[in-house]
């Protein structure tokens, strides 16, 4: 089955860095790829979804990358502030061919002022 | 906000209690799937309804079980509930378009407790 690997380690930078966040994959490549956004005790809520097809989307500040040979995304946000401060969940498709989703344990990030 | 809701928000029960969950996804979506996720992991999906019929179920047990109704809302039910039950439930809406289901807009969750 799919196995999805973030860096569990928080990751704490400054205000106005670009933060980076790794997601590993195994197995086969998924069609396509998400990341979420999680705060403490809520619902993860939706970013960005990039196609196998598609090594680069970007929508405001984020930026994700694909790359199915290394079987890796890469997730940025430019310009941090602290009120992106949060857990950040990368999800794929499973590999049943089920409507739902797989996702990783997520990688804690924390913007300092 | 994302318009899925759910109830309770939080719950408090005993081991071998049982404990229904409800959630109303969101306008226009036809496909409910539920995750549990526990303390510091990733949501873990439990099974997702499309059109009332179980479309599809992750790796727990059957005491696990649920229903999706004709307006799309839909239960999960857990029997004979064990400490290690206590996570959060989130309840995702979508729409399925081929064979994948894209972008999951998930409800705030039903923080439960097993004592």
């Known amino acids: 089955s799919q196995k999805i690997e973030q860096n569990s380690e928080a990751l704490n930078i400054q205000e106005g860095k670009t933060a980076t966040l790794t997601c590993n994959y195994t197995n086969y490549s998924p069609a396509y790829l998400q990341w979420y956004r999680q705060d403490p005790g809520r619902g993860p809520v939706f970013l960005l979804l990039i196609r196998e097809n598609e090594k680069e989307k970007r929508k405001e500040r984020l930026k994700v990358t694909f790359d199915t040979t290394l079987k890796q995304s890469l997730f940025h946000i430019t310009a941090s502030q602290p009120a992106d401060s949060a857990t950040y969940l990368c999800a794929l498709d499973m590999d049943t061919g089920r409507r739902a989703l797989t996702f990783g344990s997520g990688t804690r990030l924390q913007v300092q002022p | ?115």
């Not at chain 2, 309770?8 to 409800?22: A, D, F, M, Y």
């Not at chain 2, 969101?26 to 510091?40: F, I, M």
């Not at chain 2, 949501?43 to 005491?63: K, L, S």
């Not at chain 2, 079980?65 to 857990?78: A, I, T």
Request: aromatic content about 12%; overall charge neutral.
């Open chain 2, 1 to 115: 906000e994302t318009g899925v809701t759910q109830s309770p928000t939080h719950l408090i029960k005993t081991r071998g209690q049982q404990v229904t969950l409800r959630c109303s996804s969101q306008s226009g979506h036809n496909t409910v799937s539920w995750y549990q996720q526990a303390l510091g992991q990733g949501p873990q999906f439990i099974f997702q309804y499309y059109r009332e019929e179980e479309n599809g179920r992750g790796n727990f047990p059957p005491r696990f079980s649920g229903l999706q109704f004709p307006n799309y809302s839909s239960e999960l039910n857990v029997n004979a509930l064990e400490l290690d039950d206590s996570a959060l439930y989130l309840c995702a809406s979508s729409t399925t378009s081929g064979r994948l289901s894209e972008t999951q807009y998930f409800g705030p969750g039903t923080r439960l407790l097993v004592l």
